[in-house]
């Protein structure tokens, strides 16, 4: 296969809402390219991108797809990427290693919510963006009424370069106004007919045409100085216009197809290989220490690993680019983020499943290699005479969890061993043994997310793995001070045991001044604090131990051993064994015995004291609060905002963006557990949300309760 140069090579993603027709159109692309002589469809199983096993069941795209095509001798490396929120992590990787995103928006819906988080990624990543209406030949597009909403939500960036005579099953005419011509197809789709604009569509065309010579013009001063003088700017003045407004996203071009029926597809192709910025024109990445990287093929060889998948015969196959210098088979390189050595084995150019050997990739291109050691998706790989590292854009937070063991407990191991590999090909899943809640945690971008996972499990691993509810980390905390005193004392034969430990507990805050005095039933207690040990819990929030031991009633050897009898206690609350948080303790007075007296002894009267005085000290359990944001087109708002309230959840805000509302709320953890499933069956899945974790807060009292019995009667079942 022929080696392209840096200047030949354009990088391209297919991104859009779930079942937008990424996928079918990249068919027909292939087909223009020549690359396949028959397009296959997403229905009979037979495309180039979908092609793993769980994808042909759901019939969605679950891995972004790398292929290339070759377009008047240029390469365009694309990336078929999946739609579904649930995927997200495989766009963002895709979004991290092109230079130009298509958005394909469904005709018969218009933009979506995800169309809109494709749209954010593209300006986190400050990416050219291209719109491109699909699916024209559905009844339910209405064109006008689409575009809009997209200059609603994308103001006057948003430049048509086409427009459909008609929508629905008769669709089969395009108006081009950047060539200015009337493009048609017969039933079978591909070369279009090129006609000139026919008279009753000339006005529509002609304001069309000059919007876009105004906007091309806006990208040059050489443009706009011509487009004053004359009015009117030649087609390549046009494109190259385009093409610089494309790279500082002052441009969002609108092109029309329908990708089921190859129809707009040769001439979308055409526009990506005339007009969108190869990869030499684009802004310089930068790596790790903010250094400009340059697609240089004469620079230092450096590669970014984007991609891994698991091919069922190869094994893993590492996706990469090419961030500089150039790669060929036997490359001896260092892995920058694991330290480890790599020596590259063949390289080749991707094509969906398959793979064209090739000699050799220069920079800015995209490929994959097979065998490598110990290399992750993330990961940069340096020649010698470079160190550097990338580090894109973060993955968002986990929206759906679940705690998983096998069913046959023997497989255990074996179910650990393949979740890890699966973690591999989708770094959007997190897999987190939890020693608190004594499970095993896979958390993901949604409930299908999750599917996917269990069906890969059971089908390709022969592993039946178990789906529960994840526990809920609650905590356990005071809510007023008390106090507890304890005496530890044995006399068995030899040496006894003889430790007594005072002391009060009391809520902490932040910023909380020592104590000076208590007052329990009218007696003051005054405080004379000799010590202070402040101790961030791993598990969240403080405990604040203070040494108040007044005439050396305790050896001040024997504190540690306080303070551990406390910390046990703290380690499991005594209202549901939870762990406690934020509480101060006040060590105040004791009992030693001058031969019996050791650090056990008090650690046991701690943990006697300390318990009995957090009981009464108003115990409460804690449960975390998410902060929740959700994306929601208007006419559902009405049954979200119901669905909320009936999750305990508290709305902060509500926000009218372009095309959508935000919604923004505090939730407890425990509601979460199946918001995914509820807002996608509540908005036909048009609908996304994020979380981050916010706090922990009190359960009301009556969800109190029913923890304590749900608690007690665990607790009575294990000791059975
Ligand atoms: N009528 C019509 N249907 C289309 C067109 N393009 C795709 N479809 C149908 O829409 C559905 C989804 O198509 P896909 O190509 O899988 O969509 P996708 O964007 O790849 O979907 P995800 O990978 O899940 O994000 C399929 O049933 C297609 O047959 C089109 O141009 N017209
Ligand atoms: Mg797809």
Redesign the pocket.
């Known amino acids: 296969m022929r080696v392209y140069q840096t200047n030949e090579i354009k990088n391209i993603a297919l991104l859009?809402?779930?079942?937008?027709?990424?996928?079918?159109?990249?068919e027909s692309m292939l087909y223009e390219a020549g690359i396949i002589k028959r397009r296959g469809?997403?229905?009979a199983k037979n495309?180039v991108?979908?092609y793993f096993p769980v994808e042909l069941e759901y019939?969605?795209?679950v891995f972004p797809t790398v292929f290339h095509v070759e377009w008047n001798s240029k390469k365009l490396n694309i990336i078929?990427?999946?739609?579904?929120d649930d995927f997200v992590g495989g766009a963002i990787t895709s979004m991290n290693v092109t230079d130009q995103a298509v958005i394909?928006i469904n005709?018969q819906y218009g933009p979506e919510v995800g169309t809109q988080n494709c749209f954010r990624y593209t300006e986190k990543l400050k990416k050219p963006v291209i719109f491109l209406v699909?699916?024209?030949?559905?009844d339910k597009c209405d064109f006008d009424n689409l575009m809009n909403t997209m200059r609603e939500i994308y103001g006057p960036k948003c430049v048509q370069i086409q427009y459909p005579v008609q929508t629905g099953p008769d669709f089969h005419e395009i108006i081009d106004v950047l060539i200015m011509k009337k493009l048609s197809w017969t039933a079978e789709g591909g070369a279009p007919k090129r006609e000139d604009i026919p008279a009753e569509e000339m006005d529509r065309a002609m304001e069309l045409h000059k919007a876009l010579v105004e906007a091309a013009a806006e990208n040059d001063e050489a443009l706009m100085e011509k487009f004053f003088e004359s009015e009117t700017l030649t087609e390549d003045e046009m494109r190259e216009g385009i093409r610089k407004g494309l790279i500082t996203r002052s441009i969002f071009p609108v092109f029309c197809?329908?990708?089921?029926?190859d129809m707009g597809v040769q001439r979308l192709m055409e526009f990506l290989g005339n007009v969108v910025p190869f990869v030499s024109e684009m802004p310089k990445v930068h790596n790790t220490r903010g250094e400009e990287v340059a697609p240089d093929s004469n620079g230092p060889e450096s590669l970014y690993f984007f991609k891994t998948g698991m091919e069922p015969h190869i094994g893993e196959v590492s996706y990469f680019k090419v961030m500089s210098g150039t790669v060929k088979p036997g490359d001896d390189l260092a892995n920058a983020d694991r330290g480890s050595k790599e020596r590259m084995g063949q390289i080749y150019a991707s094509a969906g499943a398959n793979r064209i050997p090739v000699d050799q990739l220069n920079a800015g291109d995209i490929g994959c290699t097979v065998k490598l050691k110990d290399v992750k998706t993330g990961n940069t790989l340096n020649a010698k005479e470079v160190e550097q590292r990338f580090d894109f854009i973060k993955y968002p937070n986990s929206k759906y969890s679940r705690a998983v063991k096998a069913v046959n407990a023997a497989d255990t191991e074996k179910m650990m061993a393949a979740l890890l590999k699966m973690r591999q090909e989708d770094p959007t899943w997190v897999i987190e043994q939890s020693k608190e809640l004594r499970q095993t945690i896979v958390h993901g971008q949604g409930e299908f997310h999750l599917r996917t996972l269990k069906w890969r499990m059971e089908n390709n691993e022969k592993i039946a793995v178990q789906f529960d509810e994840p526990k809920i980390p609650y905590r356990e905390t005071i809510t007023k001070k008390a106090k507890a005193e304890y005496r530890h004392k044995k006399q068995s034969g030899g040496a006894g045991q003889f430790g007594e430990v005072h002391l009060i507990v009391e809520p902490y805050a932040e910023g909380m001044p020592d104590p000076v005095s208590y007052t329990f039933n009218g007696q003051e207690f005054k405080m004379n604090i000799k010590s202070k040990e402040e101790v961030d819990l791993a598990w969240g929030g403080k405990l604040v131990f203070l040494n108040s031991v007044v005439g050396g009633a305790i050896d001040l050897r024997f504190m540690p051993a306080i303070l551990k009898g406390v910390m046990d206690c703290m380690e499991r609350g005594p209202l549901t064994g939870s762990y406690a948080r934020d509480v101060r303790v006040v060590v105040y007075d004791g009992k030693m015995h001058p031969v019996d007296s050791n650090e056990l002894s008090f650690t046991l009267a701690a943990r006697h004291a300390f318990s009995d005085a957090f009981k009464n000290a108003g115990p409460k359990i804690l449960e975390p609060i998410y902060d929740l944001e959700v994306f929601v087109p208007s006419d559902y708002m009405g049954d979200v905002m119901s669905d909320l309230q009936g999750r305990r959840a508290l709305i902060m805000g509500m926000d009218s963006e372009a095309g959508y509302q935000k919604l923004q709320a505090k939730i407890p953890l425990k509601e979460l557990a199946n918001y995914s499933i509820s807002l996608s069956s509540l908005t036909g899945g048009r609908a996304s949300f994020t979380t981050k974790f916010s706090s922990y807060e009190l359960v009301p009292n009556e969800i109190q309760s029913k923890l304590i019995a749900d608690h007690e009667a665990e607790q009575a079942n294990e000791d059975e």
């Not at 197809?257 to 029926?261: I, P, T």
């Open positions: 859009g809402s779930a079942g937008s027709g990424k996928t079918t159109l990249a469809s997403v229905a495309t991108s979908d019939g969605y795209s078929d990427c999946p739609g579904a394909v005709g699909n699916q024209l030949d559905s197809v329908c990708g089921q029926k």
